[in-house]
């Protein structure tokens, strides 16, 4: 008996895509969750600070963590990303008052070092 799975959790931020990968398990019809959005512990103040996204989050006027959510949702890989402090969750909701644009996405495209950062 062949099960398709519904959803593939990876490990997916701007320094790490998996640019063959998202599109083939979408091709499948699973849907790609992403794991790590901001690069995971000791890596997160480097992503945010990161001066591409920076400058987009600047021009949209949000801020860095909203500019990576939005690439991934763009990209259709659903992100759950955790917090407790209620000023970041409201932020993490804010999503869909901004569209990044093609060379935007492009620019983000561009920072993937294929770097991995958490090996399971």
Do not use: C
Not at 60 to 78: D, F, K
């Amino acid at each position: 008996m062949n099960i398709t799975p519904a959803l593939v959790q990876n490990e997916i931020h701007p320094y790490y895509q998996e640019p063959d990968v998202v599109p083939y398990i979408q091709e499948l019809g699973i849907t790609v969750q992403g794991w790590y959005p901001f690069g995971g512990r000791g890596h997160t103040s480097e992503l945010l600070e990161d001066e591409t996204i920076s400058a987009i989050a600047e021009a949209h006027g949000v801020t860095s963590a909203q500019v990576i959510l939005r690439w991934n949702l763009q990209r259709g890989v659903v992100v759950i990303p955790g917090s407790s402090n209620p000023d970041h969750i409201r932020e993490n909701l804010d999503l869909f008052g901004f569209e990044l644009t093609d060379e935007e996405m492009a620019q983000i495209a561009a920072l993937n070092r294929d770097e991995k950062h958490d090996w399971y």
